[in-house]
């Protein structure tokens, strides 16, 4: 029984409102998660399959009943068959959101999204070089045509250093189109194909480069470019930035291309006016998962929470308007969200809730629909029950913003002060710590807990998704949270006026730290296994992290999952992800639960990446 709710979040406002939750019998994640116990003990080793009719089949973990499935399908060939689908699923998340982003630009070019605009001319001249075009409308076709490449690389793999480019090649894992890789591992784990548990995962871990340096990188790129690249700024993070006198929408979901235009549409003087009118003192907007990342790093709009917070955010009682699009939306919100005045509103033609009052979203008429959207949570405001009203009053200050373009500014013009003071030793090393939250895990326990020993270690911590969210709303990215670290990377921060935890935006823009870190091994002239870094998801659950994770370590980072992935069911894959990845991609998973014993496994495997490279502990 998990009763008490400090065994459910560290966070003190949802601590306030699983109380309220639980006194009026309003049903959470934790609840569900409590009624699914135990939970299914194949399901957890990952030795189930139902890829064909002949099953479902199961394989007895403790060797006295099946050893095979119906086809003779062993456990390794099971465990990596499902892991290979749960990357193309996470890699298929990521790579549609690119996907939309590029065609958004496509219209945005040839004039047919009339709302959006281009607000970095600097960048889209970049990517026009580095594509060999000299025209928007080719580098928008080059893009588009990234994802269904048939043959050849696509173009941000070659942003790789040279040795990690020629293990890919040697490997036979240099990405294709990210399409195409999808496809290839539906069909590979398909009743009678690839049967070779090794064979499986090198495609899982080219899939993965497809997201990680393809669809997902594509999305960032562009998105800086329509939107603008992110530069440092202050805003605020948690419950409290709900306004108890204006009209509240929450943007929840992916994608900026919602969020943005939502934003435009509260600033709007005839929307304000009619709030005003309403009864209202205004519009306050506010956002959920990586929405909120999107909009924090380019507009300043303050974190509501993060994952886990979303439905205790309905809960509230204050929330006219929780404006959806895709991932990382639970169905259970449709419900929670009956029990109180708000509306939630779904918007993508791909993501349909129980519960929902859709109102789709389009390029060519985004401005309109998203005023549509506005005025709805508008006029919901007069059916707000006041009674009800409880908004935790917590909120913190945070610092975001974090581009490579903007750390490269705050750093003079170059990566050459961080390349020194790692040198030096100011800064031991670089965690990348990111990923969800999952109620099996005390709720942001495992961030906090692990970005504190890292940075009271000298780490410097680059943070995005969930794990920026836990941080912003425990004031891990202000720059007074400078103190909590070291002595070395305190004095580093302080210089700069910047955090110890740099907020770099949303999951897609982990392909700013891929970026980041090739950045750095070039110029260091090594690969990015050689570099004192460590990648860590405390809490995932999605399967756009375990893609994530794949293209992490393809791309020779040490990676530290906090939530145990289902594949322990195979001895074989789980050795092959723990220690054999390490000889042939110099990086490889390790599983430790512990935050802070997973914080000791990254500090160690940095000070051994400083030795290497002859730079002492
Ligand atoms: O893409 S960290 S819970 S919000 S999957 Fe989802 Fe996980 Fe949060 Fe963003 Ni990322
Ligand atoms: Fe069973 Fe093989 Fe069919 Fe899977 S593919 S359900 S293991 S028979």
Same mark, same amino acid.
């Given at each position: ?408 500014? /705050? !750093? =003079?013009?170059?990566?050459?002060? +961080?390349?020194? &003071? ?9 965690? %990348? @710590? ?88 070039? /110029? !260091? =002239?090594?690969?990015?296994?050689? +570099?004192?870094? &460590? ?9 756009? %992290? @375990? ?71």
């Amino acid at each position: 029984m998990i009763n008490d709710v400090r065994s459910k979040s560290i966070d003190l406002a949802c601590q306030e409102m699983l109380r309220a939750c639980e006194k009026a019998g309003l049903e959470t994640a934790w609840d569900r998660l409590e009624k699914q116990q135990p939970q299914c003990g194949f399901g957890e080793l990952g030795i189930c399959c139902r890829n064909c009719n002949m099953g479902p089949c199961r394989i007895d973990p403790f060797g006295e009943g099946a050893s095979a499935g119906v086809c003779g399908a062993t456990a390794d060939i099971i465990v990596a068959r499902n892991l290979l689908r749960s990357i193309a699923a996470g890699a298929a998340a990521h790579s549609d959101h690119g996907r939309d982003v590029a065609h958004a630009f496509q219209l945005i070019v040839e004039g047919k999204a009339p709302s959006y605009g281009i607000k970095d001319q600097e960048k889209l001249d970049r990517l026009m070089k580095e594509y060999g075009v000299d025209s928007p409308a080719l580098l928008a076709a080059a893009i588009l045509n990234e994802f269904g490449k048939q043959d050849g690389p696509i173009q941000f793999t070659r942003r790789v250093p040279p040795q990690r480019l020629d293990l890919w090649k040697k490997l036979g894992i240099d990405p294709r189109g990210v399409d195409r890789e999808i496809v290839e591992c539906l069909h590979r784990t398909h009743m009678g194909v690839d049967n070779d548990y090794v064979n499986l995962i090198l495609h899982g871990l080219r899939t993965s480069i497809a997201d990680g340096w393809g669809g997902s990188m594509i999305a960032t790129e562009l998105q800086d470019v329509i939107f603008g690249t992110p530069k440092p700024l202050f805003s605020e993070a948690n419950m409290g930035v709900l306004d108890p006198e204006k009209v509240n929408i929450i943007i929840h979901g992916h994608e900026p291309l919602l969020s943005e235009m939502i934003i435009a549409a509260a600033l709007d003087p005839d929307m304000i006016d009619l709030a005003r009118n309403e009864g209202a003192k205004g519009i306050n907007l506010a956002g959920i998962c990586c929405t909120a990342n999107e909009a924090l790093m380019r507009q300043g709009v303050p974190i509501a929470g993060n994952f886990l917070s979303q439905e205790l955010i309905v809960a509230t009682g204050a929330v006219e308007a929780m404006v959806v699009d895709v991932q990382c939306i639970m169905p259970a919100l449709g419900t929670m969200a009956g029990c109180f005045h708000t509306k939630l509103i779904s918007t993508s033609p791909k993501a349909k809730f129980p519960g929902a009052t859709h109102m789709e979203f389009h390029e060519g008429t985004a401005g309109e629909t998203a005023r549509e959207i506005v005025r709805t949570a508008v006029k919901n405001f007069r059916n707000r029950d006041r009674s009800r009203v409880q908004i935790p009053d917590i909120k913190t200050r945070c610092m975001a913003g974090f581009s490579v373009e903007a750390i490269v500014s /705050a !750093l =003079g013009g170059s990566l050459n002060p +961080l390349i020194d &003071a790692i040198k030096s030793g100011s800064i031991r090393g670089i965690g %990348a @710590v990111v990923g969800c939250n999952n109620p099996k895990i005390t709720h942001d326990f495992g961030h906090i807990s692990m970005v504190r020993e890292l940075i009271k270690n000298d780490v410097l911590v680059l943070t995005t998704g969930c794990n920026a969210q836990a941080c912003a709303k425990a004031g891990l990215l202000q720059p007074e949270a400078a103190e909590k670290a070291g002595d070395g990377l305190k004095a580093v921060c302080q210089a700069l006026g910047v955090p110890p935890v740099l907020h770099m935006g949303s999951c897609v823009d982990i392909s700013r730290i891929l970026v980041a870190a090739a950045a750095l091994a070039n /110029a !260091l =002239g090594v690969d990015i296994s050689d +570099l004192p870094a &460590a990648g860590a998801a405390p809490e995932w659950m999605s399967e756009k %992290a @375990v893609s994530i994770g794949a293209y992490v370590v393809s791309s020779g980072v040490f990676t530290v999952l906090g939530t145990v992935p289902p594949v322990l069911g195979s001895k074989a894959v789980a050795e092959l992800l723990t220690s054999g990845a390490k000889d042939v991609l110099g990086a490889c998973f390790a599983v430790e639960p512990d935050p802070v014993k997973a914080a000791i496994l990254m500090i160690e495997h940095i000070d051994s990446q400083r030795r290497k490279l002859g730079l002492g502990d």
